[in-house]
């Protein structure tokens, strides 16, 4: 029993670090790719390691958010209500739903 808890005051230690090994590995990555593709390309100034941690930063705040929100958005397909729907719906309900679709989104399979 004393090993499983020794184990588990390890667990958060190592995932720190780990975490912290894979964010100063993303940021040499950015370094590296920046250094080595845009001075010769654009003519900016090359960067450094501290100016990639923050561009990694810029772009997660930017482009990625932080997570969060409801987590039926990150399940696949329809959420279960429609697909319910669809399953009750006859042949002819479907075929108007679908060119109800096409309309809107201007869907042309």
């Known amino acids: 029993m004393k090993n499983k808890k020794y184990l588990s005051v390890l667990k958060i ?3 720190i670090g780990g975490f912290i090994l894979i964010v100063a590995g ?3 990555v950015v370094m590296w790719l920046w250094n080595a593709i845009l001075p010769d390309l654009l003519g900016v100034g090359a960067l450094s390691f501290w100016q990639a941690l923050g561009l990694l930063v810029l772009s997660k705040i930017l482009f990625g ?3 969060g929100g409801c987590k039926e958005k990150k399940k696949h397909g329809p959420p279960r209500r ?3 729907k669809w399953r009750n719906m006859d042949d002819e309900e479907q075929q108007k739903f679908k060119e109800e679709w096409k309309k809107r989104c201007r869907w042309n399979p």
């Open 26 to 28: 993303l940021s040499f």
């Open 13 to 15: 230690p190592l995932m």
């Open 82 to 84: 429609f697909r319910e």
């Open 65 to 67: 958010g932080f997570g």
